[in-house]
């Protein structure tokens, strides 16, 4: 397991931008600890959440889906549900993210062909935060 977590820091290392899906805009809620965490520790976060209207998370502007971010995005980390996730690939693709990772409990085998076909790092099943702390 040492093995497999030093090459998702090393994943990270290489990351400077992250969409997050799914964050929510409530401090008690993973997502946002999660998220809080990834700004705390330097990468530009963009906090995606298609329920949250003219708000901000953690300061940074809330986007209603990936298309609207324009900047570059490196990784799109995902905190929806499992029928979320094929889609959210397909958003990932489209706006030319390097790497799809989902949070802790999500896999979905269809997304993951989805990105791995179109040339996206993939990981599943894994938290950032517990990577990198």
């Not at 901000?56 to 324009?70: A, V």
């Not at 889609?87 to 949070?103: D, L, M, R, S, V």
């Not at 409990?105 to 702390?133: F, W």
Request: charged content about 30%; aromatic content about 8%.
């Amino acid at each position: 397991m040492e093995n497999k977590k030093e090459n998702l820091k090393l994943i990270l290392n290489h990351v400077e931008t992250i969409a997050i899906v799914g964050v929510s805009s409530r401090p008690d809620r993973e997502s946002y600890k999660v998220a809080k965490f990834l700004k705390d520790f330097g990468y530009r976060i963009f906090p995606v959440n298609p329920n949250i209207h003219d708000n901000r998370i953690l300061g940074q502007e809330c986007y209603q889906d990936l298309s609207s971010i324009k900047d570059s995005i490196d990784m799109v980390d995902v905190f929806r549900g499992v029928e979320h996730i094929p889609g959210i690939a397909n958003e990932a693709i489209k706006i030319k993210a390097k790497i799809f990772w989902t949070q802790e409990g999500l896999y979905s085998e269809e997304a993951e062909k989805i990105a791995n076909n179109a040339g996206l790092k993939v990981i599943m099943d894994q938290c950032p935060k517990k990577i990198l702390a």
